[in-house]
């Protein structure tokens, strides 16, 4: 099982449409938890941390749920410029000390 | 101030030949990251590295890949003896500690192996 498990979509939506994207992780050490961006052919880029309560940033808003080992990212009012693949992230404090990414969640917005 | 600085971008090897990508972190930072990413999947941890130090290769194949972080000069991946299935892009990161979430990634540099 991996350790991170994401839908690879691709999500398909309008522009102004309300898309969420799901994770899940395997490993209960996992302690923190982030959204990255990559475009097409190029690098990932930090989107957003996850924590614990939930965080809002502008029309992205990130959930963690540790009991159920479950990450969401909500985008509300789509824009074109969301096009991209969103990758679930994961640290542990024990272990393996660097990023472990998800397959990433692809998601194409419409005019 | 320049981000991760990875070279080359583009790089063609017949199978049998060498690989060398370079990875100049970000100034200031003092950690680096190789993560291997094959076409249409996500990106695979490698190795993890402080200068001079290995810190974490568990992700590394155990032969034909070698990676250093001198302590001058650019961080290098080595793959000897390439093979078609190393056909890849090789992402390097870096930050400034590794307490960190945010992982500074360079361009990338892409790997075909004939």
């Known amino acids: 099982r991996k350790e991170v498990e994401q839908d690879p979509g691709p999500f398909n939506v309008p522009e102004g449409a309300t898309v969420a994207f799901n994770c899940t992780y395997s490993?209960?050490?996992?302690?923190?938890f982030f959204w990255y961006r990559q475009d097409c052919r190029k690098e990932p880029k930090l989107l957003m941390s996850?924590?614990?309560s939930g965080n809002e940033d502008g029309r992205f808003t990130a959930q963690l749920n540790r009991a159920s080992q479950y990450i969401s990212l909500l985008i509300r009012d789509s824009k074109l410029s969301d096009s991209a693949t969103y990758l679930c992230?994961?640290?542990?404090?024990?272990?393996?000390?660097?990023?472990?990414f998800g397959s990433g969640t692809r998601l194409q917005v419409q005019p | 101030n320049a981000g991760v600085m990875q070279n080359p971008r583009h790089l063609v090897r017949r199978r049998g030949q060498e690989a060398r990508l370079r990875c100049s972190p970000m100034?200031?930072?003092?950690?680096v990251y190789w993560y291997r990413q094959l076409p249409e999947e996500g990106l695979k941890f490698m190795v993890y590295?402080?200068?001079?130090?290995?810190?974490?290769e568990s992700g590394m194949p155990k032969e034909r890949f070698s990676a250093e972080f001198p302590k001058e000069g650019p961080s290098i991946l080595r793959i000897q003896q390439v093979v078609r299935g190393d056909s890849a892009a090789y992402f390097c990161?870096?930050?400034?500690?590794?307490?960190?979430?945010?992982?500074?990634f360079g361009e990338g540099s892409r790997l075909t192996v004939l």
């Open positions: 590295l402080q200068k001079e130090n290995i810190i974490d």
């Open positions: 490993n209960s050490a996992s302690q923190s």
């Open positions: 992230v994961v640290k542990r404090d024990t272990g393996r000390r660097a990023l472990t």
């Open positions: 990161a870096s930050s400034p500690q590794d307490r960190t979430g945010e992982l500074f």
């Open positions: 996850v924590y614990s």
């Open positions: 100034k200031g930072h003092s950690h």
